[in-house]
Structure formats: structure tokens, C-alpha cells
């Protein structure tokens, strides 16, 4: 009777985990599903729609505000612990699979996969591994089997799979256009039939509705301008494909409380180096006001240590500084009330440590270091291209002045802008910057916000909870 019900028990578990006592399909036993894999690590694969979640391809510091992948993250809390970028720009879904292996053998638990833009745009071509020429009218079905070999052989290592469904190109003749409706037809019904697959439906999102089998249209402002036909998502686009993003995040990763943190993990303890990262405006060192700011009404002091100030090369915005405490009740926020008169314009709310002691005894070489902090864009804002916090630090490297930095969501003045119709919150995190072995450091700049605006605007932003994490490397 105890086997019998030892053994239901077992039935029962393996049903809930998605496999059976020979392990996820037969492919897998139990202990290696589980053991070596995080769901809070994605390996990313595909085209340029993978490469430019970052804008630094190769070095992968600065995150892009004009791709959703990041965008989602923040909007979902922050659960991705770390990306892998295996994208790379103008390749086929054949090709994509070079790279394949290298993704499957990260410590990732959830590979994200999107491509069959080019493949589409690129057919006849000769498949890049089974040398076959994959003729236009059949280009749909081959780029499925493409990426159907990337789903499977992540299923096989135990780990879930998130699809973009193809959004095509502008430039898409009505031949092309089928195509792009059969590979995406099968990726629908392949997220029915595999267990452990979700889709991302971006074209849901960019495609106009005056889309027609003839003509392939995005929505206005949604997609980058400026190149040879509309193919990648502006930062609106992104911003919206960002929130359906964060829906598929939220059902899958666990929220990590990373974006947390008290009064007493100051610069003193070596683990976060901000001091006052509750921004508390009552006792400490006085901030400072720079240029063009002014106390709001009610707020009797800036947070002390913070500099308050415009960004580099501004010399018209005027803004205000303002102090309440957090609706959530996670310390206090600061209130920016922004007027931007031109494009690049901004405010910049920084922390500086120089390289020498004793500020510099924080940060020697070999010290990662990540930036966090939560930003709440009121509705009404206009004008914004970048909102978010970013680390810069300089020093002598091999005899050269050398300045290195990471922006949790960076864009410029030509990539589009967020929406001002909503407002939204977003939990940064920018990638590890590790302190170089600079024979001479300089300084280490934390901007707990970096504003910029790509036209004139006007708007609010609320600052929460800024830190700069040092990270632990008693587990990598």
C-alpha cells in the first residue's frame, strides 16, 4: 500500500514537472532538468532582432531602448538575471544555427528565438548545412524546420522556449508576405503541440491594420526610420511590444528582489556604493543643486549626497527637484519635474567616487559592479528618449586614458520615443561592468538617472531605490 502511493505520489509530481520517470520525454533524467538551470538566465539566438537588444554588439554593455527585449524586463520587474546575445544582424534562420550549440551550452534555462526576417527576403538561397537551394515558394516551411531545430533542442535540455513571431519587412512583396504567414502559422500551432514553448506575438503589435496579403504596413512612429526600409522597432514600438514581452516574462521567471535595498547598505559596507540610496532629505551631506533646478513646493531640501544637475552639453533645461515618500513605502522618491527645450537635452541625478583612497578603496580592479533603480514615468510625459540609471568610470589602461560604461536602456535623439499617452514603471538593471586593471583610476560616476529627450518635452519622472550594486562572486 505505501509503494502504491509512493508511486502515485511520483506519477503525480512528474505530471505537474511536465515529464515522466524517464525524464522530460524520455530525453532527460529528473536531477539534470532541474540541477544546472536557472529560469532567470536566457540565451537569445536569431537576427538582428536578437544583436541589437544591445547597441554595443560583440561587447554587450549598453542596453537598447529600441528593442523590446530589455524594455520588457524592466516593465516586468527585472527577472532576468543575465542574457546571452547570440544574435547576429542579416542572417537566415540556416544560419542561425552555427550558433546554436554555444547558446544550448550556457547555464540559460529559457532560449529566445527570433528570426525569419532574411530568410524570407534572401530566398533562393543554399541552405547554410544541408546545401539544399531553398526555393522562394518554400522558404516559409524550411525557416519553420530551422527554427523547430532550435525548439527541440532546447526542449531536449530541459528548458523553455520563447518564439517571436516574424514581423517582416516593409520592402515584403505579396509572394514574401505569404511566406511570412505560413512560418508564423507554424509557430502558432507549434506552441499547441510542445509543452514548455511561448510566443511572443510582436507583429500583433507593429503591423498596422491596414496591412493587406498585398502589402506588409507598420504602425506610425512604431519602427525605426532611416534605413533602407522599415524592419527594426523604434523605442515606441519597442515600449509596446515591451509590455506584451513582460506578460510572457512574468509567466515564466521568477521576480527577483534585486531592485531592494535598505538604509544601512551604504558605501561604508562595500556592497552597494551610493550613499543615501533612500534618498533621504533630513540629515547627511547637502546635494547639490546645479543649473536650471529649483526646490518644488513642499520639498524643504535636496537628498543629501545627490548631485542634481542637466546633462553634458545642455545649457536651457530648467527642472524641478521635489522629495515624497514612496506610495509603496520603499523609502522616498524624487519627483523631476522636467522642461526640455532641445533635443538631447536632459537631467542627470549622479553620485561621483575618485580613484584615489578613500573613495577609491571601493572600486579597484576586478570589483563588478551593476547599476539598479526604478523609474516611473507619469502620463503626459513627452518628448523622452531615455530614462533610466547607467555607470561611467575612467582610469589609465595600457598607458591610455580609457572610459568605460553601461546603460540599463539607452537610446539617442534619432531612434524614436517613449509614449506619452500612459505612464509606466520600470525596474532597471544595467549589465556587470567590471573595473579594469587601470594603473591609475579616475573616477567612477552612478547616475541614478540619466534623462534625455530627442525633441522638446515636458513632463514628471519618479526616481526609487538607485544603487550601485557591487556583485558577489562567492557564486558566479
Not at 551550452?105 to 541552405?127: C, K, M, R, W
Not at 502558432?188 to 507583429?203: F, M, Q, S
Not at 522642461?339 to 576586478?366: F, K, M
Request: with cysteine; proline share 4%; glycine share 10%.
Amino acid at each position: 500500500m505505501a509503494g502504491e502511493i509512493e508511486q502515485a505520489d511520483i506519477r503525480a509530481l512528474t505530471h505537474v514537472l511536465g515529464h515522466d520517470e524517464q525524464g522530460l520525454f524520455g530525453r532527460n533524467t529528473i536531477g539534470s532538468i532541474i540541477a544546472p538551470r536557472s529560469l532567470n538566465i536566457i540565451a537569445a539566438i536569431g537576427d538582428s532582432t536578437v544583436e541589437q537588444m544591445h547597441l554595443d554588439s560583440g561587447v554587450y554593455r549598453n542596453r537598447s531602448a529600441y528593442n523590446h527585449f530589455f524594455i520588457g524586463n524592466a516593465l516586468a520587474g527585472n527577472p532576468v538575471a543575465r542574457a546571452y546575445n547570440f544574435g547576429k544582424s542579416g542572417e537566415r534562420t540556416d544560419q542561425t544555427l552555427a550558433r546554436l550549440s554555444a547558446a544550448l551550452a550556457t547555464d540559460a534555462g529559457v532560449l529566445y528565438i527570433s528570426e525569419g526576417i532574411n530568410s524570407i527576403a534572401q530566398a533562393p538561397y543554399t541552405h547554410a548545412v544541408s546545401g539544399a537551394t531553398v526555393a522562394a515558394d518554400q522558404v516559409g516551411a524550411q525557416a519553420f524546420a530551422d527554427t523547430l531545430t532550435k525548439v527541440d533542442a532546447a526542449l531536449a535540455k530541459g528548458m523553455r522556449v520563447i518564439v517571436v513571431l516574424c514581423h517582416g519587412a516593409a520592402n515584403y512583396t505579396a509572394a514574401q508576405i505569404k511566406q511570412l504567414v505560413i512560418y508564423n502559422a507554424a509557430l502558432r500551432r507549434l506552441a499547441e503541440l510542445r509543452p514548455n514553448v511561448w510566443l511572443l506575438d510582436a507583429p500583433s503589435i507593429l503591423h498596422d491594420p491596414s496591412t493587406t496579403p498585398n502589402s506588409l504596413a507598420f504602425r506610425t512612429g512604431y519602427m525605426r526610420t532611416g534605413e533602407a526600409t522599415l524592419v527594426h522597432e523604434s523605442a515606441t514600438g519597442a515600449y509596446f511590444v515591451g509590455k506584451l514581452f513582460a506578460g510572457v516574462l512574468r509567466n515564466i521567471l521568477r521576480l527577483l528582489p534585486r531592485n531592494s535595498v535598505d538604509g544601512s547598505n551604504q558605501r561604508v559596507n562595500g556592497l552597494q556604493l551610493v550613499n543615501n540610496p533612500l534618498f533621504n532629505a533630513t540629515s547627511g551631506n547637502a546635494g547639490t543643486m546645479g543649473a536650471g533646478g529649483s526646490l518644488a513646493s513642499g520639498t524643504s531640501a535636496l537628498p543629501f549626497e545627490w548631485n542634481f544637475r542637466r546633462v553634458t552639453g545642455d545649457s536651457t533645461t530648467t527642472f524641478t527637484v521635489g522629495v515624497e515618500p514612496n506610495a509603496e513605502g520603499n523609502g522616498n522618491d524624487v519627483v523631476i519635474t522636467y522642461n526640455v527645450t532641445t533635443a538631447g537635452g536632459g537631467v542627470r541625478i549622479n553620485q561621483d567616487l575618485a580613484g584615489t583612497s578613500p573613495n577609491g578603496d571601493y572600486w579597484p580592479p576586478g570589483t563588478m559592479l551593476q547599476a539598479f533603480g526604478k523609474t516611473t514615468v507619469i502620463a503626459g510625459a513627452t518628448g523622452l528618449a531615455s530614462v533610466q540609471p547607467m555607470i561611467e568610470m575612467n582610469g589609465t589602461l595600457n598607458g591610455v586614458s580609457t572610459t568605460q560604461v553601461t546603460h540599463a536602456l539607452l537610446n539617442d535623439t534619432s531612434h524614436g520615443l517613449y509614449p506619452s499617452t500612459e505612464g509606466f514603471s520600470m525596474d532597471h538593471a544595467s549589465e556587470v561592468l567590471t573595473v579594469p586593471a587601470y594603473s591609475a583610476r579616475a573616477y567612477l560616476s552612478f547616475r541614478a538617472l540619466e534623462l534625455v529627450c530627442a525633441t522638446a518635452g515636458t513632463g514628471t519622472v519618479r526616481v526609487n531605490m538607485p544603487q550601485l550594486a557591487v556583485r558577489s562572486t562567492l557564486i558566479m
